[in-house]
């Protein structure tokens, strides 16, 4: 039988589910080292695609982890040390065939952010806390997956995401404005306190670097938009004209190199260049602890974790499910981690996954981690014979790749659909975003947070209640309001959509009182929960409260449908023996009838 493609990677599955279903310590260290499990399995046909790839992604993430390190105020050697180790690591934890490890937009931000705050940009204080915040938020990822606790990152809502993405993506390309025009700025409280800097600078342009800048701005976006569907129509194949179309960044760094270094443009136009980069592989680096710094680095570095993180689950979850493949959220963590631990002891930076590099990765043939590899050694040959050409590299060139780059961050359309489905979820959004801007980075981020948690409470502790009766010959209850039903005068039945907490108890208390209070006739009053997932301990006592104010008026409550593990906490509770397992019923309808309301 002849195997196409997706079939050769179904194979390679169905031997790794068949091998980590054996017994025993080997099956577990498949587990952890999923290297174990793609590379015996690895098919010769499979090399074409993760040599062109790694090819591709090694020449684009050299000039990309440049411009990377520049944003986080680092010197551009780094931004290279920071993807060459983690890209190796990663081949061996990581579960994603195709993600690439390096650093990115958004973690280069914070770093660069938190470096601002504490050491002179580009230092070697810089450098050293770069390397201590890789270590920890390594350490922390590798703990935190270990655990399994991949979970925490749900704090971390879609719209408080979407608004701090679309946030950073201005703060991004702010941060570059000084490198593109040429000139110096102080640092600012917050970020958009740099325009006032920016314009009160305007005189002191450097015209040819801005020039150079824009053009290169221009150069990568007709790049990436326009001349690869005009190759298709010329004729070229899909695939070589996608690499072409994301080759931009790679042509304006040569382009701009070359004429800095014909024309001399660093000396006669005093445009500001990368400089000396040492040549050779990533030194060994050791972090050092400083308590002081550890506390004032204290709030970036848990945004670098969940961030980190999330950014990187994403991507991968978002490519395996192309083809159908299984992403290990936990192992990922995992994964991470040791490729930021990598990154501490080589010289580099924090690190996450990259979507940009890895949809290169994706799109050019990639069909293991083995392209991974590949782009490692086109980086370590850069490093080794190419640094010297790195010297007239323009910074602005630099800052015109990541500004072309973070074009695409914004997210408009999580907001239109917040603004049509939920006014709520906008809100949070919006809160984000502004408080990104206008107050910073991280407090932007952690006020972006704890009005998402606001919001929810404030939403679940306005839950919608009911009224509900049976729908003509059938046992299904209803709302009043939206359908017709059958009622009983002597009996009201009730549907509450949601937990019931300390922030929904007072609501449970009003609505059941005040139904009683309005129905003289009442006797009976159900209490469906269906829709409840959990009872807490403060509802617990106001549900006893009510229940005992209501026996003083003549009405007796009733509860149905309540769900398995609730019913088990209840009976631990005593509430069960206390309120009467005959006034708790497996259905509305067994209620009613029982209540002689059918």
């Not at 497996?586 to 209540?595: D, F, I, N, V």
């Amino acid at each position: 039988m002849a195997h196409t493609p997706a079939s050769h990677r179904d194979d390679a599955l169905t031997v790794e589910a068949r091998s980590d279903a054996q017994p025993g310590g080997w099956a577990r260290l498949r587990r952890y080292l999923p290297i174990l499990r793609w590379l015996p399995a690895y098919r010769r046909e499979h090399l074409p695609g993760d040599f062109i790839a790694g090819m591709v992604l090694g020449v684009m993430a050299v000039p990309q982890s440049m411009a990377y390190a520049l944003l986080a105020n680092l010197p551009p050697q780094v931004g290279l040390y920071a993807t060459l180790a983690p890209l190796l690591v990663y081949a061996v934890f990581g579960t994603s065939r195709t993600l690439s490890i390096g650093p990115v937009a958004l973690v280069s931000l914070l770093t660069g952010t938190m470096i601002a705050q504490l050491a002179p940009p580009q230092s070697a204080q810089a450098m050293q806390l770069a390397l201590l915040a890789a270590l920890v938020v390594g350490v922390a990822q590798v703990a935190l997956g270990a655990m399994r606790m991949g979970f925490v990152v749900n704090f971390l809502s879609h719209p408080v995401l979407s608004g701090f993405t679309s946030a950073a993506a201005v703060v991004i390309a702010l941060s570059q404005v000084k490198n593109l025009f040429g000139i110096e700025l102080p640092g600012s409280a917050s970020p958009l306190a740099d325009l006032g800097h920016v314009i009160a600078r305007l005189p002191e342009t450097n015209w040819v670097s801005l020039g150079m800048g824009v053009a290169a701005i221009v150069v990568i976006i007709f790049f990436h938009r326009r001349l690869g569907r005009a190759l298709v129509h010329l004729g070229v194949s899909e695939f070589v004209a996608a690499q072409v179309a994301r080759s931009g960044g790679l042509v304006v760094v040569l382009i701009g190199t070359l004429l800095t270094w014909l024309l001399r443009l660093d000396q006669t136009a005093q445009l500001r260049t990368v400089g000396h980069v040492p040549a050779g592989l990533p030194p060994f680096t050791m972090p050092v602890f400083d308590p002081s710094s550890l506390g004032a680095m204290a709030p970036v570095l848990v945004m670098l974790v969940v961030i980190g993180y999330v950014e990187s689950v994403s991507i991968a979850k978002s490519f395996a499910s192309r083809r159908r493949e299984k992403i290990d959220a936990d192992q990922e963590l995992i994964a991470l981690g040791m490729a930021d631990v990598a990154a501490s002891f080589t010289g580099g930076s924090p690190v996450s996954g990259s979507f940009s590099r890895s949809a290169v990765n994706f799109a050019s043939g990639a069909a293991t981690q083995l392209s991974s590899v590949f782009a490692a050694a086109v980086i370590a040959v850069a490093l080794i014979f190419f640094t010297p050409m790195f010297y007239f590299l323009p910074e602005t060139v630099l800052a015109a790749s990541i500004v072309a780059a973070v074009l695409n961050l914004p997210d408009f359309e999580t907001a239109r659909q917040a603004w049509r489905y939920s006014k709520a979820d906008l809100l949070t959004l919006v809160i984000t975003l502004v408080g990104v801007l206008f107050v910073g980075v991280e407090s932007g981020l952690l006020i972006g947070v704890a009005s998402s948690l606001a919001v929810h409470l404030w939403v679940t502790s306005r839950p919608h209640v009911t009224i509900i009766g049976r729908v003509e010959d059938t046992e299904t209850y209803k709302s009043v309001k939206r359908h017709k039903v059958k009622t009983c005068p002597h009996v009201t039945a009730l549907r509450i959509d949601e937990s019931l907490y300390f922030a929904t108890a007072k609501v449970l208390e009003d609505t059941l009182i005040g139904v009683a209070v309005d129905n003289p006739a009442l006797k009976y009053i159900v209490l469906d929960c269906s829709a409840v997932n959990r009872i807490d301990l403060s509802a617990l006592t106001t549900l006893e409260t009510v229940d005992n104010e209501l026996r003083t008026m003549g009405v007796t409550l009733v509860l149905s449908a309540v769900k398995g593990p609730i019913h088990d906490s209840l009976l631990r509770a005593g509430f069960v023996a206390r309120f009467g397992q005959d006034r708790i019923y497996l259905s509305t309808h067994e209620a009613m009838k029982a209540l002689e309301c059918t």
